[in-house]
């Protein structure tokens, strides 16, 4: 995935689409670049390797100036991250630029048509049939670039969100997206494209949503969209539903420690939105009560965090609603030959309803008749279009790239939705919901409490981020807290972690254990037997002199004989003790990784959503 963005209007350009850049940076960050027109009409292009640092140091020595213009930043996917790789792409004559997210899939078909036309390409990339295809066109005969753009967008296949600045027509800047997330934001005498509202939130009073298939010609005076056959479709403004505050770090150090502390408020909001007088009253528009009773089977589908979410959205509605649950990464699920039918509910799970995998595979069960409800954090994302209800996640724009906020607010969304579906099939009673609810109203604040002490959790990651490894093990509603904790470990520290289900650990694991092989366990107290087995386990660890460091209630001086350290949280139910559990293991991934020197917002090769496969 890249980030785009472009601006029309009196200011100088080159400024505005950098701090567009900066904070779409989350999306792409192995190099980026500019094209802006002069007041001549002359194009210029400065693109740089690297952070967007890199970039502004070059427009240091030598700025751009005009008041129209495109940026780009990005993550490699054809071809490697290079300054001839970087976009904007231009046609041979340097009259038009281009900058694009998504794949054009049938590049190599029309590269080889345009170079059996003595077309020179610069670069490896996939969008640089683009800017040759819109010149091709003009040169064809197109009366108009927008008729340019239409008919080379008519020829590729594939995902685009893009944006095309010309010397031939320096008045309008273009827009056009197909599968990927495109804004256009309306400021005053001002206009702005995007890859997400967050990017351009400050600048603007109003939002138009483009729609897959639409081409956007932007001018000073206003903004026109076409079908890609060229007819002209009603503008729709939408009111922008984010604060500026949301899209800046509010004096953190970093969006993820950011993140990490809004969760008791994401959490009590979602709580309050979604309840009333002791019930849930959760109202999904386009599914029943009525259908919810008939339902046969669920299947969550999601990938990477959003699949822990699943695997505990899972545990939680086979514990609560009778009901068969399956839950299964969209990579796998989409090459699989899944028994599903029109009595089974597909649940994706996903932050930024972009996840390529996750799309292709709600399509396909889409296909066999089967209902979609979403849970998702991003309006009008791709996943929300493509569904058939949606259970918003309401966490804000997530910009650090490990997700946090968007995880605990899956959670909370799968415990809602469950006490709904639950209530709907008769599986819970009045009584047991409304004590269900009261326990579930604990939350936020033990959140708050894990947060308070995480100069202790510092303390913890300080004393063992150095060694090559680490096993994270968890048993029934934690097994997927003991998945997410070593997740957020790789991904930020860059230290080897292993999430198993702690009963496994005798099958195999165990043999890894010695005196430097940090053992997380998450045994926080527990009704059931999980929290005796999880307590087996962990002197089995420390047979083997493993060190131990528990996630425990607080006051339980059980574990306290055995753990080297002790991540306390408050006693919460088990049911919904993951929402309070993660957050510990995502302040000791985040002292991790900051003891190691990382750069904790933006993990070497991640990009925030996986919009390819
Ligand atoms: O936007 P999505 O929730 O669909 O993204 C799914 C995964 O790509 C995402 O959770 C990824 O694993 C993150 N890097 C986790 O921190």
Redesign the pocket.
Same mark, same amino acid.
């Given at each position: 995935m890249c980030g785009i963005v472009g601006y029309i209007g009196s200011k100088e350009a080159a400024e505005i689409l950098l701090d567009g850049l900066r904070r779409l940076e989350y999306r792409g960050y192995d190099s980026s670049g500019l094209a802006i027109l002069d007041a001549s009409s002359t194009l210029h292009v400065s693109k740089a390797v690297g952070r967007l640092s890199e970039l502004e140091a070059k427009l240091e020595a030598g700025p751009l100036h005009g008041t129209r213009g495109i940026g780009h930043t990005r993550w490699a996917t054809h071809g490697e991250p290079s300054e001839r790789n970087a976009h904007p792409h231009m046609d041979e004559s340097g009259s038009l630029a281009v900058v694009h997210n998504g794949i054009i899939e049938n590049y190599q078909e029309l590269k080889a048509e345009l170079q059996q036309q003595d077309c020179t390409f610069q670069s490896d990339t996939d969008t640089e049939v683009l800017p040759h295809l819109i010149a091709r066109e003009q040169a064809q005969g197109a009366s108009t670039l927008l008729e340019a753009v239409r008919k080379a967008l008519s020829k590729a296949r594939g995902a685009y969100a893009l944006g095309v600045i010309s010397k031939d027509d320096p008045d309008t800047i273009y827009a056009a997206r197909l599968g990927s997330p495109l804004v256009i934001g309306v400021g005053e005498g001002e206009y702005f494209i995007a890859s997400d509202v967050p990017a351009v939130v400050s600048r603007i009073q109003k939002v138009i949503y483009l729609k897959d298939g639409e081409v956007a010609a932007l001018t000073p005076d206003g903004v026109k969209v076409y079908t890609l056959a060229g007819d002209e479709v009603p503008v729709t403004l939408s009111d922008v539903t984010i604060r500026a505050e949301d899209a800046e770090k509010a004096g953190f150090e970093t969006f993820m420690l950011k993140e990490i502390h809004e969760q008791p408020r994401i959490l009590r909001n979602l709580l309050r939105k979604h309840t009333l007088d002791g019930r849930v009253n959760l109202a999904i528009d386009g599914l029943s009560n009525d259908y919810f009773r008939k339902l046969n089977r669920v299947m969550i589908i999601?990938? #990477?965090?959003?699949y822990h979410a699943g695997m505990y959205g899972k545990l939680l509605m086979e514990h609560v609603c009778n009901i068969a649950v399956e839950v299964d990464l969209a990579s796998e699920f989409r090459y699989r030959d899944p028994k599903v039918d029109p009595g089974t509910l597909i649940i994706p &799970?996903?932050?930024? #309803?972009?996840?390529a995998d996750?799309l292709a595979s709600i399509r396909m069960a889409r296909a066999w008749g089967c209902k979609v409800l979403s849970i998702c954090n991003v309006q009008d994302s791709s996943l929300v279009r493509d569904s058939d209800a949606v259970l918003y996640t309401e966490a804000g724009p997530e910009i650090g &790239?490990?997700?946090t906020k968007?995880y605990t607010a899956q959670l909370m969304a799968f415990v809602l939705l469950t006490l709904a579906m639950g209530r709907a099939r008769n599986e819970i009673t009045p009584e047991v919901e409304t004590e269900l609810l009261e326990d579930l109203a604990q939350i936020p604040d033990a959140i708050h409490y894990v947060i308070d002490r995480k100069d202790d959790i510092n303390q913890i990651a300080e004393k063992h981020h150095d060694g090559p490894s680490s096993l994270y093990l968890g048993r029934k509603f934690n097994y997927p807290t003991a998945l997410e904790g070593a997740?957020?470990n790789k991904?930020i520290s860059y230290q080897h972690a292993e999430g198993y289900a702690a009963g496994e650990m005798k099958h195999g694991p165990i043999a890894l254990i010695n005196e430097y092989l940090p053992v997380i366990c998450i045994c926080t107290r527990t009704r059931d037997e999980v929290y005796e087995k999880m307590i087996s386990n962990m002197k089995e660890v420390e047979a083997r002199h493993g060190r131990l460091i528990a996630v425990a209630t607080d006051g339980d001086t059980a574990v306290k004989a055995f753990a080297e350290d002790i991540m306390y949280v408050p006693a919460i139910r088990d049911e919904f003790s993951p929402m309070v559990n993660v957050v510990a293991l995502q302040l000791l991934a985040y002292y991790a990784a900051q003891a190691r020197g990382t750069d904790i917002d933006k993990p070497r090769n991640?990009a925030?959503? &996986?919009t390819v496969e």
């Open positions: 999601s990938c #990477g965090t959003a &799970v996903s932050q930024s #309803g972009e996840t996750t &790239v490990a997700s968007a997740l957020k991904e991640l925030k959503s &996986v």
